[in-house]
C-alpha cells in the first residue's frame, strides 16, 4: 500500500542552524510529493512539490528538497533556520488515487 | 494563489447540538472539495471527499450519517456535525481542488475550525 513516512516526530535546531527533515515514501512508481507547514491553529500551507523533472526542487521560504528514487525520499532542507520557521511540517503524496497522503508530521522547534 | 477560507474558525457547542461549518473557494471553482479532521498533534485524516452536485464519498470508519456533507456549488461545501459529542472535538480542515485538466490538480487548504464540544 502506499504510504508516507516521516521519521522524526520532533527536531530541534538553533536558529541560524542548518535544518533537515526526513520523509520517505513507498509506492511502486514515482508518486507527486510534497510539504506542508502547519503553524499552530492555522491551515496548511504549500511548501513546494515535485512532480518530474529536476529532483532539486526550491520551495518559498528559503526551502528545498531533493527527491532520491533510490532511497524513495523526499527530504526537505533550509541552510538556516528563523525563529519563524518553528511550526509542523508535513510531507504528502500523491499516488495517483484522487487522495493525498500525509506523514505523520514533525513538529520543528527552534532554539535561540 | 488560490485561497479557501472556512467559517466558523472556532466554535463550542453543548453536546446533542449540530454544528455546520462552511468552506468556500473565494476566487476559483472547486469542482472537488475534502474534509480532514485533525487530532492535537497528529496528521490529517481525510474524512470524505465530495463532488460538485454528487454525494459526498466517506472514508472507513467515518460516519456519514453523523457528518453530513453538503456540496450545494463549486465555491461551497458545508459539513455539518449532528449530535455532537466531546469525542467529535477536533481541529476540521477543509481543502478545494482546482482541475485544470493535467493528472494532477492542485488541492488548497482553508485555515481550519477548532470545533469543541461541552
Known amino acids: 500500500a502506499q504510504s508516507v513516512t516521516q521519521p522524526d516526530i520532533h527536531i530541534t535546531v538553533s536558529e541560524g542552524a542548518s535544518l533537515e527533515l526526513r520523509c520517505n515514501y513507498s509506492?511502486?512508481?514515482?508518486?507527486?510529493l510534497f510539504w506542508y507547514v502547519q503553524s499552530p491553529g492555522q491551515g496548511l500551507q504549500l511548501l513546494l512539490k515535485?512532480?518530474?523533472?529536476?529532483?532539486l526542487v526550491q520551495g518559498i521560504k528559503g526551502f528545498e528538497a531533493e527527491f532520491k528514487r533510490s532511497q524513495s525520499s523526499f527530504n526537505l532542507r533550509k541552510p538556516s533556520v528563523h525563529w519563524s520557521d518553528a511550526a509542523e511540517y508535513f510531507c504528502?503524496?500523491?499516488?495517483?488515487?484522487?487522495?493525498?497522503?500525509f506523514g505523520t508530521g514533525t513538529r520543528l522547534t527552534i532554539i535561540p | 494563489g488560490a485561497v479557501v477560507s472556512q467559517h466558523p474558525s472556532w466554535v463550542i457547542c453543548k453536546s446533542g447540538t449540530s454544528v455546520k461549518i462552511e468552506c468556500r473557494s473565494l476566487?476559483?471553482?472547486?469542482?472537488?472539495m475534502f474534509w480532514y479532521r485533525q487530532f492535537p498533534k497528529q496528521s490529517l485524516m481525510l474524512m470524505a471527499t465530495?463532488?460538485?452536485?454528487?454525494?459526498?464519498?466517506?472514508e472507513q470508519g467515518v460516519e456519514k450519517d453523523k457528518f453530513l456533507i453538503n456540496h450545494a456549488s463549486l465555491t461551497l461545501s458545508t459539513l455539518t456535525v449532528t449530535s455532537a459529542h466531546p469525542e467529535d472535538s477536533s481541529f476540521y480542515i477543509c481543502?478545494?481542488?482546482?482541475?485544470?485538466?493535467?493528472?494532477?490538480?492542485?488541492?488548497?487548504f482553508g485555515p481550519g475550525t477548532r470545533l469543541t464540544v461541552l
Open positions: 481543502s478545494a481542488r482546482v482541475r485544470t485538466g493535467g493528472s494532477y490538480n492542485e488541492q488548497f
Open positions: 509506492y511502486g512508481a514515482t508518486p507527486y
Open positions: 515535485y512532480f518530474s523533472g529536476d529532483t
Open positions: 504528502a503524496g500523491f499516488f495517483g488515487n484522487e487522495k493525498l497522503t
Open positions: 476566487d476559483f471553482q472547486a469542482t472537488t
Open positions: 465530495s463532488n460538485e452536485g454528487s454525494k459526498a464519498t466517506y
